[in-house]
């Protein structure tokens, strides 16, 4: 479900596995990884980190239906042995301990992440990796009033910048290890393409009769915010990876 990155594999066009061809090379001499996915939506990290790291992968999700769906496709790829998705909170994980925690766009959700980043920081083994992908708004962010529409359409509440992770790491004595700003790999639209389609969306938003059809178009428009605040440069993506001492 996440951001597809240019992907020199692919003759640069951008693909979701980029995202795990670089989790594999920074994670590379982590042999046989227990790894927690916070956050693992339809489970493809989990499968890829199972297969290309031989790690035994669990993932927690609030949603039954994408846990279903990870769990469904693990047993049909012959990988229910080494990948399996349960229904939960990442501020109340499994014990573990794990050597990798990977949460890709999945804490800016979060609520408290001050309390979810401790929660996951607690289940890591001495040595071992939190590994966290996500949109970080920059101080500028703030004056765009993208940045409520994205919030609000992609249930964002609180967002931290890369700063908050920083010190929150620090405070946790994680040490910051890898911190790679992907953005110029990634493909937001044109800026009249994304004002093209956010007409289209209000204009349908305003004939739809069903509330559920306008959650949807509302978080659609969060998401053309989000790619018009990335093309500012206002909204980096970044890869950061702090190691448990
Ligand atoms: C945009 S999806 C990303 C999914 C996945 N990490 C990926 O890369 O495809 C966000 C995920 O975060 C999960 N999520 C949000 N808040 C959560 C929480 N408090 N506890 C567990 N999962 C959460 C959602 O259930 C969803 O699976």
Not at 28 to 50: I, K, Q
Not at 67 to 87: F, H, P
Not at 122 to 134: C, N, R, S
Not at 224 to 244: C, F, K
Request: net charge positive; proline share 5%.
């Amino acid at each position: 479900v996440h951001r597809r990155l240019a992907d020199p594999s692919a003759g640069g066009r951008a693909t979701t596995t980029r995202l795990h061809d670089l989790l594999v090379s920074e994670l590379a001499s982590t042999v046989t990884p227990r790894v927690l996915d916070a956050g693992c939506g339809l489970g493809g990290t989990m499968l890829h980190l199972a297969v290309r790291l031989h790690g035994r992968c669990t993932g927690i999700t609030l949603s039954a239906d994408q846990a279903a769906t990870a769990n469904a496709a693990a047993r049909q790829l012959g990988l229910a042995g080494s990948v399996s998705a349960v229904v939960g909170s990442y501020d109340t994980p499994p014990a573990g301990p794990f050597d990798v925690v990977v949460a890709i766009e999945s804490l800016a959700h979060s609520p408290a992440p001050d309390i979810s980043v401790a929660a996951l920081a607690g289940v890591l083994a001495p040595g071992g990796m939190f590994v966290i992908v996500d949109d970080l708004p920059d101080a500028g962010a703030a004056a765009s009033s993208d940045l409520a529409t994205f919030k609000a359409g992609w249930r964002c509440p609180v967002l931290w910048g890369h700063d908050d992770y920083l010190r929150a790491f620090d405070g946790l004595a994680l040490h910051v290890v890898t911190d790679r700003d992907l953005t110029d790999d990634t493909r937001p639209r044109a800026l009249g393409t994304i004002r093209i389609l956010e007409t289209l969306n209000r204009l349908a938003c305003g004939v739809l009769p069903f509330p559920g059809l306008r959650d949807v178009l509302r978080a659609h428009r969060g998401g053309l915010a989000l790619e018009r605040l990335t093309r500012r440069g206002l909204i980096r993506y970044r890869l950061l990876m702090a190691q448990r001492r």
